[in-house]
């Protein structure tokens, strides 16, 4: 069931497989990392939204003539999520409504083009970017990864207070001297781009578990930030290649295999945690 | 802190001016006139919808006014206040899912601790251990934030804002959730606090009867400034009714103590 020594080393010099590993060992650790900020500020659906939203700017690319439409994707998501920034500030809408028509409307926009386009076998097309497809990760989509990941783990640490006092209290972080406004729009920027360019792998379903499944499972088994910023990025490091390496051994769709081994963690981490916590109610009875 | 002191004496914490604020074109302060001396404990009162957190709001700079001008310590640009202003807000927006520590989240608010993901834990509670004395948390500071109770947030809450010394200290309804006994405790601390660091300090509530115990000077609000006074003063029915509108109880006061 589990791939062995002897069948990883061979799979490892094809390069498909070389490009799918580096990305999910890229893509995962930032996930992960921005993940921990995403679920203490309860904007999973708003990664939702940006992912579904990818749907209207693939279609749109193909639609404008790009044969790989990486550019108008990220460009669409870009603008959904300073719509969906600038909706949240200057009407009373709720947060919910907002996420949900922009989710919705994109969907759709994105599926009346691919018909168009492709007529009724747009389905094989739709599905691709609905689940992620492993052989369309390009040695630019692993350049672009690897460049996410640095630029987006020096600039959390560099702003990990910061974006811990966002994440406590706005109106505290404004008196701390923190920018409010343009660390939120900042910190929307960046979360857009990594989820953009998750979703050759992942699939605009999935991406968002590898966003949230990493620090919910890190979070059974930490006392602290420091400790459930780390595990997190271990479960997505870990979920990422490991989830690759599976897929591709197994000859299973990546990201769902991906996001089932984040989902394997995240049981594994409850478990213990649920232990460890009896464990400790014991010793105190005692 | 001498020195802080000496220059906060020469200026008034907070001057306001016929402040006016109105969202959608329903104004919620119309013209508010007041200034707070240093050295001060002024509560905030009045009914729901006044604009008491709006005109706190303004203080720290999130509100901009229609029209009116606010000065603190004789300064217009409220962004230079700000590292001499404290603010404790009614609670934090935190998931349960957010394992912040009470050491992590005070060490937010330190330069020198900032770095507390690269540090260690001792030499974060060495850097950060003199303002704790004071407040009583130092018992707390391996827990997570999100898992305290109502009383002992607001602790570490004053802790965190005490922790750079400032010079005046804004609370909007600080014992919003806490039950009698730690509401009790916990003006107890803020007047404890307001005298040993000689703070100015500008609190929200509701509660008349801690106001009547702890504040030095009262304002009432409703859209203006009613009235005005020692708590004795305010706190009586014709005023609350002028505040509130609807006839409230006044404080009974039994204890005779010195304001």
């Known amino acids: 069931m589990f ?9 490892l010099t094809e390069p498909f497989v070389q490009r799918a590993l580096l990305a999910a060992l890229f893509l995962g650790p930032v996930c992960a990392l921005l993940g921990v900020f995403v679920i203490a500020r309860r904007m999973a659906f708003f990664s939702d939204t940006v992912s579904h939203s990818a749907l209207a700017g693939v279609a749109l690319g193909f639609w404008w003539g790009f044969a790989e439409p990486t550019i108008p994707m990220v460009g669409f ?11 949240m500030e200057k009407t009373d809408l709720l947060t919910d409504t907002i996420l949900a028509l922009l989710l919705s409307g994109s969907v759709a926009l994105g599926v009346i083009i691919l018909s168009l386009l492709h007529g009724r076998n747009y389905q094989g097309e739709l599905n691709r970017y609905l689940f992620g497809d492993i052989l369309a990760v390009g040695w630019e989509d692993v350049g ?12 959390v640490f560099l702003n990990l207070s910061s974006l811990t006092l966002l994440a406590a209290q706005e109106e505290m972080a404004h008196v701390c ?40 499972a890190a979070r059974s088994l930490s006392r602290n930030l420091r400790q459930q910023i780390i595990l997190s990025i271990v479960f997505g490091l870990l979920a990422g290649a490991g989830g690759t390496l599976l897929a591709c051994e197994l000859d299973l769709p990546c990201g769902p295999t991906i996001v089932m081994t984040c989902v394997g963690f995240f049981l594994l981490s409850l478990g213990i945690g649920k232990l460890r916590q009896e464990k400790t109610a014991r010793a105190g009875v005692a | 802190m001498s020195a802080a002191c000496c220059q906060s004496h020469n200026t008034t914490p907070v001057e306001v001016r016929d402040l006016r604020v109105a969202f959608d074109g329903q104004p919620v302060l119309r013209g508010v006139t007041f200034s707070i001396p240093h050295g001060q404990l002024v509560a905030l009162i009045g009914p729901n919808g006044c604009g008491k957190t709006t005109l706190l709001r303004c203080l720290l700079g999130l509100q901009k006014p229609t029209s009116g001008e606010i000065k603190l310590f004789g300064q217009s640009n409220l962004k230079l206040a700000l590292p001499r202003i404290g603010y ?11 394992v912040l520590s009470v050491r992590e989240f005070l060490a937010l608010r330190l330069r020198r601790t900032r770095n507390w993901f690269w540090q260690s834990r001792a030499t974060t509670d060495r850097l950060l251990h003199e303002t704790l004395a004071d407040i009583g948390v130092e018992g707390l500071l391996d827990r997570p934030l999100a898992r305290l109770s109502g009383g002992q947030l607001q602790r570490v809450l004053i802790a965190f804002s005490l922790l750079t010394r400032p010079e005046l200290l804004l609370l909007d309804e600080p014992t919003a959730g806490v039950d009698t006994p730690g509401e009790e405790s916990f003006y107890g601390l803020i007047a404890n606090v307001q005298r040993k660091h000689h703070l100015t ?3 929200v509530s509701h509660d008349l009867s801690m106001v009547y115990k702890h504040a030095s000077h009262v304002y009432a609000l409703n859209g203006v400034i009613c009235c005005e006074g020692t708590p004795e003063h305010v706190l009586n029915a014709e005023s609350l009714k002028q505040a509130y509108g609807i006839h409230v109880s006044p404080y009974e006061h039994h204890h005779p103590h010195a304001h």
């Open chain 1, 177 to 216: 001297g923190v920018p409010v406004r343009r660390l939120n729009y900042l910190f929307v920027i960046v979360l857009t781009l990594t989820v953009a360019l998750s979703i050759r792998l992942l699939g605009i379903i999935l991406v968002t578990s590898l966003i949230v499944i990493p620090p919910a």
């Open chain 2, 88 to 98: 404790v807000p009614q609670r934090l927006a935190l998931d349960r899912s957010f």
């Open chain 2, 201 to 203: 300090v500008v609190l």
């Open chain 1, 144 to 155: 672009l990864a690897g460049s996410l990941l640095v630029v987006v783990g020096v600039g």
């Open chain 1, 77 to 87: 998501t870009l603008v959904v999520a300073v719509a969906m920034m600038w909706l």
């Open chain 1, 3 to 11: 791939p062995r020594m002897s069948t990883i080393i061979p799979m």
